[in-house]
């Protein structure tokens, strides 16, 4: 699978390219107020968050590897996964960025099983995370057996009722 990865995302950027490429070309020989054009915005961006799903996925089967990145840069590239795990619309929060070290794909693993508490969630309170820096504040508490993971990837994890703090491991 690992050796896939790359090749298969590499496949996945040209076709993504190619029909957004052929797609802003029609969009601008279009009014905004046609109704193609309505529906080739959509499928522009329903092309893009299928890149950004696509993507995460894929970074599931690399090797591993750490290197520094910006916090928001990273949580924006797991983040299309892990709104995929919780099932139903996630906010999310920047109030800061810091540079973090995470070890990929075990801190995306990690962190797929930590989202999956979502799920317990009552319908009427809503999925929420809030990124301040190297910690990433959830409103829930964490599945069973998900502590373990999140440790063996080098992310902290405190909890105070329904809420819990991850550490992400800083740079």
Same mark, same amino acid.
């Given at each position: %699978? ?5 090749? %298969? ?5 040209? %076709?993504? %390219? ?5 797609? =802003? +070309? ?5 009014? #905004? ?6 529906? &080739? ?17 894929? *970074?599931?089967?690399? #090797? @591993? @590897? *750490? ?8 949580? !924006? $590239?797991?983040? #299309? ?6 099932? *139903?619309?996630?906010?999310? @929060? +920047?109030?800061? $960025?810091?540079?973090? /070290? ?5 801190? =995306? ?6 989202? /999956?508490?979502?799920?317990? &969630? #009552? ?7 809030? &990124?301040?820096? $190297? ?9 069973? !057996? +998900? ?8 992310? !902290?994890?405190?909890?105070? !009722? @329904?809420? $819990? ?7």
């Amino acid at each position: %699978m690992a050796g896939l990865a790359r090749p %298969m995302q590499h496949a996945v950027n040209n %076709m993504v %390219m190619v029909m957004q490429a052929n797609m =802003d +070309s029609v969009l601008a020989s279009l009014p #905004p107020e046609d109704k193609a054009a309505v529906r &080739l915005t959509r499928a522009a961006q329903a092309a893009r968050d299928m890149e950004g799903l696509v993507r995460a996925f894929l *970074r599931l089967g690399r #090797p @591993e @590897e *750490r290197s520094a990145v910006d916090s928001g840069r990273f949580f !924006g $590239t797991v983040q #299309p996964l892990l709104a995929l795990v919780v099932g *139903r619309p996630l906010t999310v @929060e +920047s109030a800061a $960025t810091a540079t973090v /070290a995470p070890r990929r794909p075990a801190v =995306d693993l990690a962190l797929v099983e930590a989202f /999956a508490g979502a799920k317990a &969630l #009552p319908r009427s309170t809503p999925p929420k995370a809030r &990124l301040d820096g $190297t910690v990433l504040e959830v409103n829930w508490p964490l599945p069973e !057996g +998900s502590a373990a993971a999140l440790a063996e990837a080098g992310i !902290g994890a405190e909890s105070a !009722g @329904e809420v $819990t703090r991850l550490l992400l491991p800083a740079a």
